[in-house]
C-alpha cells in the first residue's frame, strides 16, 4: 500500500478515515483510547501543510436521520482540547466544503448518510469528489466495506495507509505471519460460536492456545466433565473435541483448567469456591480458572516468545472471580515476548491491571482484530492494496 507518510501532503485537501467510534456517556467521551490512537495521523497531515478532513462513525444508528445520541460533537470537543489546530464540526459536507490549511474540519457521523452501509458507489464519489488524497486509517472499522470505508478509498485522487493503520497491520504480522516461537495465544469471552473461526484459524498456528471465560467451558465438557449451569455450548462440543486433537496433531496444546473458581450466581456477591475440575456440581457455575491452573499457564506465558491475547479468562469485573484475569495480564506485562492485545473486555481488563504500557502492541480493533486473528482479508485493506498498483 502506499502509505501517508510518503507523501507530499502541502496544500492538499486530505480526508482522513478515522475509527472515532468511541463510548459517550451524557455529551462526554468516556474511554480516549482510540482517539488517542488517531491523533499522531492528525497531526502529522496538520504538519505537512494540509486541509484536514477527518470522517468517522459513532454507534449504530438508524441510516439516513441525523440522531444526537451518535452525533460526533463530544469527540470534536475532546479533540479541540487535545490539538493545538482549530476543530470545527460539519453537517453538511457532501456537497463540498470550505476548508484552511492548519484546521480540522471533522464531519458529523458518516452513518447518518444513506448508503453508508451497502457502499453506495454516489455517496463514495462525493466524498472522494472532497479531497485530493484518502487516507484510511481506521484500522477498528477496516474489515466494513462501506463507503467511508471502501468506495471513497475506489473513487479518491490517491488512497493511502495512515500511519495507525500501517502499525496495526505491522503488529498483526510481527505476531502471525512470522512469530518468534513459541506463539501462545489466550482466546477468552463468553462462546465458542462467536469465536470458532478464530480458534479454528489459531489452533492451526500456534503452540499454546489458551482457552478461557464460557468457551473454556465448552472445552471442560469436551474432556467429559460436569460443568454443571455454567454458560457452556453442548452443540460444539464436537467441536471442541476435534480443535483439540487438531492442536496435538500437529505438536500444539489446548490447556484445559484443572481446577476452577465457582459461584452459585452471577453476581458480585456469590461467594467463591475453588475445586479441582472433576468436582463441579449441578447447581455451579464455573467464573474462572483456579491456581493450579493459573500457575500452569504463567509457565507458558513465561517461556513464550510472541503472545496474543483476545479476552478475559474469568468475570475479572467481579472482585471474587478476577484473579485469574489478573494473573495472566501480570505474567503478559513481565514477559520479554512480543505481545499484542486487542478486542473490547480485553482492552478493560488492560486499563483496570493498568498494563497498556507493558504490552507490545494494544489494537484500537474489535471486529477487525477477530478478523485478522481469523485470517480473513480486511476488505479496506484490500482495495488500498488494489488502488497501489495502479496510482
Ligand atoms: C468497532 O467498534 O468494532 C468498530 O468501530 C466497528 O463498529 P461496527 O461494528 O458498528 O461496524
Not at 146 to 154: P, R
Not at 162 to 180: F, Q, R, S, T
Not at 309 to 332: C, D, R, S, Y
Request: glycine share 10%.
Amino acid at each position: 500500500v502506499i502509505r501517508m507518510s510518503d507523501l507530499d501532503l502541502n496544500g492538499k485537501r486530505v480526508l482522513i478515515r478515522e475509527d472515532l467510534n468511541v463510548p459517550v456517556k451524557n455529551g462526554k467521551v468516556t474511554s480516549d483510547a482510540r482517539l488517542r490512537a488517531a491523533i499522531p495521523t492528525i497531526e502529522l497531515a496538520l504538519s505537512k501543510g494540509a486541509k484536514v478532513m477527518v470522517m468517522s462513525h459513532l454507534g449504530r444508528p438508524e441510516e439516513g436521520v441525523y440522531d444526537a445520541e451518535s452525533s460526533l460533537q463530544p469527540v470534536v470537543d475532546y479533540l479541540a482540547q487535545a490539538l493545538a489546530a482549530p476543530v470545527r464540526l460539519a453537517s453538511d459536507y457532501l456537497a463540498g466544503i470550505d476548508i484552511n490549511a492548519g484546521e480540522v474540519v471533522v464531519f458529523e457521523n458518516v452513518r447518518f448518510n444513506k448508503g453508508e452501509g451497502k457502499n453506495d458507489d454516489t455517496l463514495a464519489q462525493k466524498l472522494a469528489a472532497l479531497c485530493d488524497v484518502f487516507v484510511m486509517d481506521a484500522f477498528g472499522t477496516a474489515h466494513r466495506a462501506q463507503a467511508s470505508t471502501y468506495g471513497v478509498a475506489k473513487f479518491a485522487p490517491v488512497a493511502c495507509a495512515g500511519p495507525l493503520l500501517v502499525a496495526e497491520l505491522d503488529a498483526l504480522a510481527a505476531a502471525l505471519k512470522n512469530p518468534k516461537r513459541p506463539l501462545v495465544a489466550i482466546v477468552g469471552g463468553s462462546k465458542v460460536s462467536t469465536k470458532l473461526t478464530v480458534l479454528e484459524s489459531l489452533s492451526g498456528i500456534v503452540d499454546q492456545l489458551i482457552v478461557g471465560g464460557g468457551i473454556a467451558n465448552t472445552f471442560i465438557a469436551a474432556n467429559g466433565n460436569n460443568v454443571g449451569k455454567s454458560l457452556f455450548e453442548a452443540d460444539l462440543v464436537p467441536e471442541a473435541q476435534r480443535l483439540m486433537a487438531q492442536a496435538n496433531a500437529r505438536g500444539g496444546n489446548i490447556p484445559v483448567p484443572t481446577d476452577v473458581v465457582v459461584g452459585q450466581a452471577f453476581s458480585e456477591t456469590t461467594p467463591a469456591t475453588l475445586k479441582p475440575v472433576n468436582a463441579v456440581d449441578d447447581g455451579d457455575m464455573i467464573f474462572d480458572i483456579g491456581p493450579d491452573t493459573t500457575a500452569q499457564l504463567v509457565n507458558i506465558l513465561k517461556s513464550a516468545g510472541t503472545i496474543v491475547w483476545n479476552g478475559p479468562v474469568g468475570v475479572f469485573e467481579f472482585e471474587q472471580f478476577a484473579a485469574g484475569t489478573k494473573a495472566l495480564a501480570q505474567a503478559i506485562a513481565d514477559s520479554d515476548a512480543f505481545s499484542i492485545a486487542g478486542g473490547g473486555d480485553t482492552l478493560a481488563a488492560i486499563d483496570k491491571y493498568n498494563i497498556a504500557d507493558k504490552v507490545s502492541y494494544v489494537s484500537t480493533g474489535g471486529g477487525a482484530f477477530l478478523e485478522f486473528l481469523e485470517g480473513k482479508t480486511l476488505p479496506a485493506v484490500a482495495i488500498l492494496e488494489q488502488r497501489a498498483k495502479t496510482q
